[in-house]
């Protein structure tokens, strides 16, 4: 049984950076896609970024572009997210979520399934 | 980026009431679609993939259908516990995108 545990919740000023984990149990952690999904207060659920471990494919929404990192630390299956130059609009509960494959290989990836396992979320308050 | 479209926003109905939402992609996502329902407060959970596959232990009043741009998830008989949040998201391409979502509510 795959489980996402992820870190603790967070309070930031404006114009820093957060770092938010996820740590996996179980197997196919290297093999899938783990991504970033952040939920504003009383908003829909907003795609950030994924990443395919044992590729190092990495994907990200336009509107993070150059402000989001997300890494994988394969020997102990963890993945991490980084924001930077945060703002109050940042303000969320930030999950990460896994998606088995329906095809990777080293250039490119077809995910074409949904995201059946997801951390318990990560509240992240940006406030001066 | 694939935009999706989901209605209505929210729905009113009453415990074994039919409920169905609909989903549209701005382009073709053939049936590469999942459905998600979330309670106040906690993660998302997947109920639906493929369009139409149902995740197991999700119970058979969930169904799904729909390809190319235009799906529907269906409540057959909706139950106290379905009071809940659904949010579709198409699984064809990158960047990943989810509908706006769609608030069921006690009539």
């Known amino acids: 049984q795959v489980q996402l545990v992820q870190s603790g919740a967070e309070v930031k000023k404006p114009g820093s950076s957060v770092k938010v984990s996820c740590k996996a149990s179980g197997d196919r952690f290297s093999t899938s896609l783990i991504t970033w999904v952040r939920q504003a207060p009383g908003q829909g659920l907003e795609w950030m970024g994924g990443l395919v471990p044992i590729y190092g494919i990495v994907k990200y929404a336009q509107r993070f572009q150059g402000r989001v990192t997300i890494i994988a630390d394969r020997s102990t299956n963890t993945a991490y997210m980084d924001l930077s130059s945060l703002r109050s609009e940042d303000t969320a509960v930030y999950y990460c979520?896994?998606?088995?494959?329906?095809?990777?290989?080293?250039?490119?990836?077809?995910?074409?399934?949904?995201?059946?396992?997801w951390g318990q979320g990560t509240t992240v308050t940006v406030s001066s | 980026e694939i935009q999706m479209t989901q209605s209505p926003s929210s729905v009113s109905a009453s415990v074994g009431d039919k409920v169905t939402i609909t989903c549209r992609a701005s382009q073709d996502i053939k049936s590469w679609l999942a459905w998600y329902q979330q309670r106040p407060g906690k993660a998302p959970k997947l109920l639906i993939s493929?369009?139409?596959s149902l995740q197991s232990g999700v119970p058979s009043r969930f169904s799904g259908s729909g390809s190319g741009t235009d799906f529907t998830l269906t409540i057959s008989s909706l139950q106290p516990e379905d009071f809940a949040t659904y949010s579709c998201q198409q699984a064809y391409s990158f960047p990943l995108t989810f509908g706006g979502g769609t608030k069921v509510e006690i009539k």
């Open positions: 493929a369009a139409s």
């Open positions: 979520a896994r998606a088995v494959l329906g095809y990777c290989d080293t250039t490119s990836c077809l995910v074409q399934n949904g995201m059946d396992v």
